[in-house]
């Protein structure tokens, strides 16, 4: 053990800004370097008595000792480093499912590198290959279009496209859009109008497919007139209001909105408040996600609820399973959505211009029997 002029010596050289290599580490506690390493890198299997544990790791600590994970990675090709690709860094869907992923790697003691590429496909192929060339062992791809294999695994949240080596963790868009659409369908609804997706959206396709043959299944008309396309990547609510402005303009009625997102429907709900239309006794609307702000606006958003923190760990967990030969290859894994019903969707309100007389539209309401109940269940469950 060195003495108390060695000891201050090595101190005064950390408080210089001098690095305190391994070697010197080794040195100031009188060990060979080699039982220092295995100490400090918690390689299993070695007896080293606790005493000596704990001398090494309190050196370590007072000195500032910090190990060099170029040189240790070269050793073992482990960076311990992820890349995660993301579309925007600003919207809380995406910043949700991020949250759990960086939550998950942080327990596992791995870094991560989050690039976003606004949809743009070079941005995208130029992202994986810089990420794989600084040692990225993985790839998680939020809502990112992939279009080829990679020489690590990856897995894919809100991926749709089947490719070798890619783990799609995706939701249950048939059970989404049966939960929406017979919500409504059980307040007395018949008259529609849908938000499609942007085309740069991984979910819109699947999403919009499921709408189709649920509202096809209920038997509602899905009127041109009547559906919304979103041509522009909707980050900020107010970005639909020109649009929702449009379609109020056209004076086509309709009792309840099916929107794309949560973002939108908000969006939504301004112009339509803003034209007079109460929510939800004038016109219901309905969300998809459950991002933080559905909850607090006024009126609350009902909406398909999505555990995004949740898919985000999912991710991270399924691709750190593959990494560590503890999990096999899943080509799919499903997630299932829930309703969260709040304040902005309610009955019909029945008025002049309804499809049917009011008479009628009571008539068909109030006097549903239990086989169409039973029939409405049963497709909300599918």
Known sequence: MPGNADHSRKLKQHAAGEPISLKKLAEYLGLNPATVSVVLNNVPGRSIPQPTRERIKAAADKLGYQPNLLARSLRNRKTHTIGVLVPELAEDYHTQIMSGIGDYLIAKGYFYFTVHHRHREDLVEEYCHILLSRGAEGLIAIDTLLEHPFPVPVVAVAGHKRIDGVSNLLLDHDRAAALALTHLYSLGHRNLAFMRGHPFSSDTADRWRSTVQMARKLGLRMRPELIIQLDRDIINPDLVYPIMQQLLSSKKPFTALVSFNDNAAIGAMRALQDAGLRIPQDVSVIGFDDIKAAALINPSLTTVH?????????????????????????????????????????????????????????????????????????????
């Open 306 to 382: 999505q555990p995004l923190r949740e898919m985000g760990w999912m991710a991270a967990q399924c691709l750190m399973g593959r990494l560590q030969g503890t999990e096999k290859f899943r080509e799919q894994i499903l997630i299932y959505p829930e309703l969260a019903v709040r304040e902005s969707t309610g009955a019909v309100k029945l008025i002049e211009h309804a499809p049917v007389s009011v008479g009628k539209a009571r008539k068909s309401v109030k006097g549903r029997d239990k086989a169409s109940r039973n029939r409405i269940a049963s497709l909300a469950k599918h």
